[in-house]
Every structure is written in C-alpha cells, then in structure tokens.
C-alpha cells in the first residue's frame, strides 16, 4: 500500500486548496450534484483518504459501500493496469471476452443458492435493478412490482419509482414509471405496535396489501434489500425475509434480493441473504463487487434469466474489460484475505463501542446493522422525534477531525458506518475515539 495509513489532520478541514476547487467545482459542474464532504482527494488507499491540501482522512464510508476491498486494492489495481494495457473496449454484445465471463461464473457461484444460475453485467445499481424488473416481467409475463417504504433502489425513471424517499432523489422529477406498489418495511424501531410483533405484522401487512391492491397473479417482483442502505441501515426481525421469500415462491412472484449496498462480505457473510438462509430468485449487486470501478451483475434462476429474448439485455459498456479485470482482483482479495471474517472482526468491536455511545446519550435511539454495515439513530431525547440537524452536526464534526462519516435514513438521522473491510484496527479504534468526541461536544453544544 503506498497510502501511509495514518490520520493526518495538516489544515482546516476542507483546507484552502480544497476550498479553491470547490469554488471551480460551483461554476463548473450541475447544482444538481452535491458532496458530503468537499475535500479534494489526491489519492486514496486501504482505509485512508488523501487530500490537495494534505490532509489524510479515515474512510469510514467507503465510497458509499464501494472499496472495500480498500481503496487502489493492490489486487485490483495490478488486474486493471494489465487489462487497460491489453484492450479497453470491444463491447461484450459485439465481440466478447473472457473476463466478462469469469465474473459471470464467480456471481453463480457465490450468491446464495446450489441452483443453476446465469449472469448479466451492468455499469450501475440501478441499471441492474432495471434489469432484474426486466428480467422478472419477461419471465412471469406479469408486470406489477412491490417495493417497501425507506427503501432505495437508484435514480433511473423506475428506480426513483422503486425508491420510497422524495428528498432529493424525486423531488419535481415525476412522472414515474406505473406498476410500483409501495407496502411497510419491517422496521424494528419505528413498529407503531413495538419490535415484538413487527415480523408477524409486517408479514401479515405486506400479504394483505399485495393481495388486496395488486393481485398475485399480476405482480411480477417484490424488491428488498435485506438490510435498507439509503433508508438507514433498517434490518427486518428475523423470520420477516424468510416469509416474504417463502410466499413469494408460493405465487410465482420473483423475490429479487437488492444487495447492492449489503452484498460481497459488507455484512459478515458474502450476501446478506445469507444470514437467514434466503435464497432469492434474482439478486442484484453493483458498489462492493469491482473495488471501485462501475460494475454490476443481476444473478439468478437460469429458468428467468434465460427467458429473455437474444439481445433484450445488454449496453455499450455493460461488463466493461477494465471493469471486470477489477471484480476478478475485488473477489480475489475478498477470498485471500477472508473478508467475510473481517466484517465480522470490525463488528465485533463496533457494536460494543457504539451501545457504549447509546448508553452516554439519550439522543441515540437506536444501535444497527450487521457486519461492517453499522448504523445508529438519532432522535430528540426521550422520543422516537428525528434529530437530523444533531445528525448532521456530529457528521461534521467528525469530518472537522478527519474522519470521512456518511448519513442517511428517510428522516435524515441516521449516521451510518461502512469502513473498508481491510481497515486495520488502530484506525478502526482512532475513528471510533473520534466520533466518541464528537458526540460529546454536538451534544454539549
Ligand atoms: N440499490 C441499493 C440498495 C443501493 O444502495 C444503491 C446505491 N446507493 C442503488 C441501488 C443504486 O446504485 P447506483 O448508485 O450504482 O445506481
């Protein structure tokens, strides 16, 4: 790693040369696109982040859940910088390759299930979330689809359909794509009846909603996430997947797991799907797969993946050379240095120190997540109230020290957690120090 991996605090955060940048980046790029954090990144490796002015942050977000294999993996840059040399592009649809291929095979046989399976490769989650809906209508020839409040699936006229929360990802960019039928995720937390009945309740809800409001035998797919990304880190009760999987296949409705945030070892195990024995008929994944660069696969049943017409799937840049040059370094390293198992060692000391956090301060509601996928809650103490400007100023308090930390949550209060997977303990400990003290001084102020 060339990256010392070390926190260094050189300036202000974000510091002059970063503060320079963002001015161009205002005058030059859409008003549209906004930043957490508007430090300029330099370079990048392991769990370290290394700006213009020299400032070198902890990675406690990943790129939104994407290198965690670490950033500039050694693996999936020695593989990029081999294929970028050989060729860059023929386009898979026009004149193949074997790498396409090879990613395709390590998706069969990684994701959850001994069934016969086929891929197809895309350039982003939501692309392949389009494509699973695809691949679910063709195969059912039905055309109604489910999805669950907080959830998110992407920014794509059907994805922003399928995403439950209208700040910012569908203020004024109606109207959406039909079909999409929205029912209560199981959220342990906000269950208005308590955690204790939310699997039966929420089972009970979802059943009665898809029959009474879409129909079996018109819906195509029921979408989730095992454990909501964007939503805020929401995990269902134990049972509650299980059931919807069980009675999807009871129907003939494809159960498509989204795991595009939980997927390859984020969670402790390679799919979060995993952990409750749920064996979806399509899964989709993207971020985590490629170490960084643009990829994503739809995985699935052979029997649905293989009724789609010749040429119905596909893009220019779909399954890009480079790109799964780097999902074959990525999946390497996950396998050599047993990442599985290092999102369980990060939990193992995340979660301790966390509910330690929750116990100093009512503002934290609630402690979540799985693996290297952590979260916590924050509302006004006392309450189940939102706190999202307490959110925010303890985000940017970590940011203020040098620690990279991501929100989310449909009410903006969430502080999520998704460190690189290979991050070493010391920096795990020192950006854990670091959110302690900004919890302490956000509180007090
Ligand atoms: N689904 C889930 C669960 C996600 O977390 C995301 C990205 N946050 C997407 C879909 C969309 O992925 P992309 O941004 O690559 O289109």
């Given at each position: ?23 161009r ?35 406690f ?29 023929t ?41 699973a ?6 195969a059912t ?14 920014r ?6 399928l ?26 937390y ?6 204790d ?17 879409v129909?079996?035998?018109n ?63 399509l ?6 797969i490629?170490?960084?660069l643009?990829?994503a ?7 649905l ?8 799937l ?16 990525a ?5 050599e ?6 999102a369980?060692?990060i ?16 503002a934290?509601?609630?402690?979540r ?9 924050l ?8 706190d ?8 940017r ?43 302490a ?5």
């Open positions: 790693m060339t990256v010392e991996q070390k926190r260094v605090v050189a300036t202000e955060i974000p510091g002059p040369r970063s503060v320079e940048l963002h001015a980046k205002n005058a030059a790029v859409s008003a549209g696109v906004g930043t957490t954090l508007p430090i300029y990144v330099e370079r990048a490796g392991g769990a370290i982040v290394v700006d213009v002015d020299g400032n070198q942050l902890i990675d977000g990943s790129g939104i859940a994407v290198t965690s294999v670490g950033n500039a993996a050694p693996r999936v840059v020695e593989r990029v910088r081999e294929q970028v040399a050989d060729f860059t592009h386009c898979f649809m026009v004149t193949p390759y074997e790498e396409y291929v090879a990613v395709a095979e390590l998706l069969n046989e990684l994701t959850p299930g001994e069934h016969e399976k086929r891929s197809a490769l895309f350039n982003s989650g939501a692309e392949a979330v389009e494509n809906v695809k691949v679910a209508r063709s020839g039905r055309s109604a689809v489910v999805a669950f409040d907080h959830a998110y699936h992407g794509t006229n059907l994805t922003m359909a995403t439950a929360k209208n700040m910012p990802y569908k203020h004024h960019f109606g109207p959406f794509a039909g079909d999409v039928y929205r029912v209560p995720m199981a959220y342990p906000r269950w208005p009846t308590g955690p009945n939310c699997a039966d309740e929420a089972f009970a809800t979802f059943v009665e909603m898809t029959h009474a409001q129909g079996e035998d819906c195509a797919a029921v979408l989730i996430e095992p454990i909501q990304g964007e939503g805020g880190f929401v995990v269902p009760p134990p049972g509650f997947l299980p059931r919807v999987a069980e009675w999807c296949r009871e129907h003939g409705i494809v159960f498509i797991a989204d795991e595009i945030q939980t997927g390859f070892c984020r969670t402790g195990d390679w799919f979060a799907c995993e952990a409750e024995g749920v064996v979806p008929d899964i989709t994944t993207a971020k985590g490629a170490g960084g643009p990829l696969a739809v995985t699935g049943r052979a029997d993946m293989d009724a789609v017409h010749s040429g119905g596909g893009g220019t840049y779909g399954g890009n050379p480079v790109a799964c040059a780097a999902a074959l370094g999946i390497e390293t996950m396998r240095e047993d990442l599985v198992g290092a369980r060692r939990e193992a000391v995340m979660r301790p120190r966390l509910a330690a956090l929750a116990s100093r301060h009512p934290i509601g609630d402690v997540g799985r693996g290297a996928m952590l979260a916590v809650e509302v006004e103490a006392g309450t189940k109230n939102p999202p400007n307490l959110t925010a100023a303890v985000s308090a970590c940011h203020a020290e040098g620690l990279i930390t991501l929100t989310a949550g449909t009410f903006g209060n969430v502080l999520r957690f998704l460190p690189p997977l290979v991050i070493g303990a010391d920096l795990l400990a020192e950006g854990l120090d670091i959110l302690d003290a900004a919890f001084a956000s509180a007090a102020s």
